[in-house]
């Protein structure tokens, strides 16, 4: 399996509406080798990070560069303080 862990800062009041953004499943070709997510709503402050799995690596770089993404991407970026920080790379098992 291959992803990313991305850590972002939502806007004071904004939160629950990233959240929400995030929640829904993709669609479209972003769909494709799709595993699943996590989001992790931090204790203090307004963090939200987010855990996505795919398939394998071609099937998460085919959802990096669907254009669909990039529309829903610009609607998340309203609701951030910044620009998200991201690490992709490869999902393993514990031992």
Do not use: C
């Amino acid at each position: 399996m291959y992803g990313t862990i991305g850590r972002m800062r939502a806007k004071a009041g904004q939160r629950d509406a990233l959240i929400g953004m995030m929640s829904a499943p993709p669609a479209g070709a972003a769909a494709n080798g799709y595993r699943g997510s996590y989001l992790l709503k931090a204790d203090e402050g307004d963090e939200v990070v987010v855990a996505v799995m795919y398939e394998d690596k071609d099937a998460y770089f085919a959802m990096v560069h669907d254009p669909k993404t990039d529309e829903n991407f610009d609607r998340i970026m309203e609701l951030l303080v910044e620009e998200p920080s991201w690490t992709d790379g490869e999902w393993v098992a514990p031992a």
